[in-house]
């Protein structure tokens, strides 16, 4: 009766949509006329555009299937599980619009937002964007291996910008790291700060970080991240070292301070990955 071009003409398809239906068994092939024509049933038609209003609906051909065949009630609680896996992947396509939404903003792309008030805090203590981008990678690093934690600890990092001290570092840090030359009085300097603020930490308790200190390969991440970023990062950390500080995102005491005038041997460093 129809050709295969009548027929998806009429059910409102392509004829490559038509033989992809016969090709997984969703519609039966016609045998063909004497002329060598498949010709197709009004019953044929009635059965693709069933197909066709499921398949736009959202309903995955391999189950248009079993769909077609089913009685009203399996019917019914089919179409309810499909209305359900829909919901599911809007959501997440919801979700991934957010997330291209945040590109732009280039500092919320992987960020919570508690991590950006630190890092505007940071411009408004006059840190250049470089070394802000740092901070951002660092923090990048760290919310993906603990991202519950990273909420936590952001007020009282938030909070340590109020120490003129620690802001002087970031200064220093800032014009160092903007000049396309290096500047060792100023790393002594930056280490000599930053060696003291350890210290005061260190007998506060503050720079205890608990479970999370035995975490090797984050905090090893981070220091690679910040030579990678500035090889001059290399001499401040020896400059630490000689201060009897390890590291920088994890400081760690390479020996207790002099005591009567003598200067104890520090305990072997652990290897570094």
Request: proline share 5%; hydrophobic share 40%; net charge negative.
């Amino acid at each position: 009766m129809l050709t295969i071009s009548q027929l998806a003409a009429y059910a409102g398809v392509t004829v490559r949509a038509v033989r992809h239906y016969h090709q997984i068994g969703l519609l039966p092939e016609p045998e063909r006329d004497a002329s060598g024509y498949r010709r197709y049933s009004a019953g044929a038609a009635v059965s693709l555009i069933r197909i066709r209003i499921l398949a736009n609906a959202g309903v995955p051909l391999s189950q248009i299937g079993q769909m077609l065949e089913a009685d009203a009630s399996t019917f019914a609680a089919a179409v309810e599980e499909i209305d359900r896996q829909l919901g599911d992947e809007i959501a997440r396509l919801e979700a991934s619009r957010r997330q291209i939404a945040q590109l732009a903003a280039g500092d919320r792309l992987a960020l919570p937002p508690e991590v950006i008030t630190y890092l505007d805090r940071l411009r408004d203590i006059g840190v250049t964007e470089r070394v802000v981008a740092g901070e951002r990678d660092s923090w990048i690093l760290m919310s993906a291996r603990w991202p519950d934690r990273v909420r936590e600890w952001m007020p009282s990092k938030v909070a340590q910008l109020d120490d003129p001290q620690l802001v002087r570092v970031y200064r220093i840090l800032s014009e160092i790291f903007e000049s396309d030359t290096g500047d060792d009085a100023r790393l002594v300097e930056a280490a000599d700060i930053m060696a003291s603020l350890a210290e005061q930490a260190y007998r506060s308790g503050e720079i205890d970080l608990g479970e999370v200190a035995k975490d090797d390969l984050p905090f090893d991440l981070l220091d690679a991240l910040a030579v990678e970023t500035d090889p001059r990062v290399e001499r401040l950390l020896d400059l630490m070292r000689e201060r009897g500080w390890d590291g920088l995102a994890r400081l760690e005491r390479l020996a207790e301070p002099p005591t009567n005038g003598v200067t104890p041997t520090p305990p072997a460093r652990r290897r570094r990955r």
